[in-house]
């Protein structure tokens, strides 16, 4: 009788731990599929993609500005943009180029929920970020209006942010607010879209900030730096170095065709 009892519990114990099994595959699927593809990959930890997607995946390791991050087809140090315009952060980081794999599986983070995306997304930008040896006091994101966030149900550079500080041991703080959203037209240029941003974001109220703290300010994609421009404006003056990071740098240009990607709206 009691070993019948006992074949019975452990048949129990044995379908719960089944079930738990499959419910953390479900929450952590990225521990055994390439992230980009989806296909099985032999070690995940060591890297979260396949062999096929390495060749074609679009690392941000070429010529490049040395403030935004941004590629750069001449022989220049600094781009267009940033010698025109003024920026309040130190220097951008950007494992990525904002094209192809890369923008498909961002846009599958961010539109499809794939939450545990983020935790593989924010690694890259632990590397890239580490190897700069900098050290950061705490990070912070850009933030999203309360209702966008209750729409999505979560704020992807918030979540990459909490990954990110997981990874280099770093406090997350949340500095800032957005007050409102503004869908900015494609073609409009820097100074629009400055203009445009203009009171969308604030400093979040009773947040303090010392003037030793040097400060990295996480967002998903960088396209115009017209957000984490005016982001790290607000608090240039109060810190004492703002850094930016995000998954991937997006190349700007104006859109002509329909093939070319669409610049993504703040
Ligand atoms: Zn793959
Ligand atoms: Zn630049």
Not at 123 to 133: E, L
Not at 143 to 164: I, V
Not at 240 to 259: E, F, M, P, S, T
């Amino acid at each position: 009788m009691e070993k019948e009892k006992m074949r019975k519990s452990n048949k129990i114990g044995l379908f719960f731990k089944k079930c738990g099994q499959s419910f953390m595959n479900l929450l952590f699927p990225e521990d055994i599929k390439c992230l980009f593809c989806g296909s099985d990959i032999p070690n995940f930890d060591d890297k979260p993609y396949c062999d096929e997607c390495e060749k074609v995946l679009p690392f941000n390791d070429g010529h490049r500005c040395l403030i935004c991050d941004e590629p750069i087809d001449n022989e220049a140090n600094v781009c267009d943009s940033c010698q025109k315009n003024k920026r309040f952060f130190v220097k951008a980081f950007c494992p990525f180029v904002y094209k192809g794999l890369v923008r498909k599986a961002i846009l599958n983070y961010k539109d499809k929920n794939k939450r545990y995306m983020a935790k593989s997304f924010a690694k890259f930008i632990a590397n890239t970020v580490t190897k700069t040896g900098i050290k950061f006091d705490y990070i912070s994101f850009v933030p999203m209006t309360k209702k966008k966030e209750k729409e999505r149900s979560f704020n992807q550079s918030k979540l990459l942010a909490k990954e990110l500080g997981k990874l280099l041991e770093l406090e997350v703080k949340e500095v800032f607010e957005k007050t409102k959203d503004g869908r900015l037209q494609k073609n409009s240029t820097f100074k629009e879209r400055q203009e445009n941003i203009v009171g969308m974001y604030k400093l979040k109220d009773g947040v303090k900030l010392k003037n030793s703290d040097v400060v990295l300010i996480v967002d998903d994609i960088i396209t115009t730096c017209a957000t984490i421009n005016y982001c790290s404006g607000l608090i240039v003056n109060k810190v004492a170095g703002v850094y930016v990071a995000a998954i991937a740098r997006n190349k700007l240009r104006i859109v002509k065709d329909n093939k070319s990607d669409p610049l993504v709206p703040f």
